[in-house]
Antibody
């Protein structure tokens, strides 16, 4: 059974750094693109970017390029989303998801989400 | 501000057929396939329709998708109370990677 298990909720202050994780199981981790999707409180879904764990090829939405980094450690089947300096506007639920087809807009399996709260 | 435009809300009574639209342009829907997601309250999104009109295993055939030109539609027939959710279309855009529609909140009255 394919599963994506994300790290727990985080409460941070503006300016702090953060790395959240997404651990895949039940499939060959290196062979499917993993993406990250943001959902701000009460708002819709926003595609942030994807990574191919096999070679760490990464693609970003222009809206998120330079704002976050995406990485993956295939040895432990885990992808990461990272911020170097959080802002209050980063408060959101973040989902990881995988595409088994290679289509960046088709996410077949999703993690449960990680809630990030940034507040002073 | 999404460039895939969905109506913010839709509604129907049990048993009815509801259609949710998703309007785009030649750089996204017009030249790429459309996927649809269902997000039940408090849960992660779930893939509902892929490649315009294909259902993943386990999705009831009450759900169907179609695409024509720069627009796509999700139809739900035999509406049930458990269909009350937010629905999102998504497509690759040639300039900005992937776009999601703004989402449609479906109420079952």
């Amino acid at each position: 059974e394919v599963q994506l298990v994300q790290s727990g909720a985080e409460v941070k202050k503006p300016g702090e750094s953060l790395k959240i994780s997404c651990k895949g199981s039940g499939y060959s981790f290196s062979t499917y693109w993993i993406g990250w999707v943001r959902q701000m409180p009460g708002k819709g879904l926003e595609w942030m970017g994807v990574i191919y764990p096999g070679d760490s090829d990464t693609r970003f939405s222009p809206s998120f390029q330079g704002q976050v980094s995406i990485s993956a450690d295939k040895a432990i089947s885990t992808a990461y989303l990272q911020w170097s300096s959080l802002k209050a506007s980063d408060t959101a639920m973040y989902y990881c998801a995988i595409s088994t087809s290679g289509s960046y807009s088709r996410f077949d399996y999703w993690g449960q989400g990680t809630l990030v709260t940034v507040s002073s | 501000q999404s460039v895939l435009t969905q109506p913010p809300s839709a509604s129907g009574t049990p048993g009815q057929r509801v259609i949710i639209s998703c309007s785009g342009s030649s750089s996204n829907i017009g030249s790429n396939t459309v996927n649809w997601y269902q997000q039940l309250p408090g849960t992660a999104p779930k893939l509902l329709i892929y490649s315009n009109n294909q259902r993943p295993s386990g999705v009831p055939d009450r759900f169907s998708g179609s695409k024509s030109g720069t627009s796509a539609s999700l139809a739900i027939s035999g509406l049930q109370s458990e269909d009350e959710a937010d629905y999102y279309c998504a497509a690759w855009d040639d300039s900005v990677n992937v776009l999601f529609g703004g989402g449609t909140k479906l109420a079952v009255l």
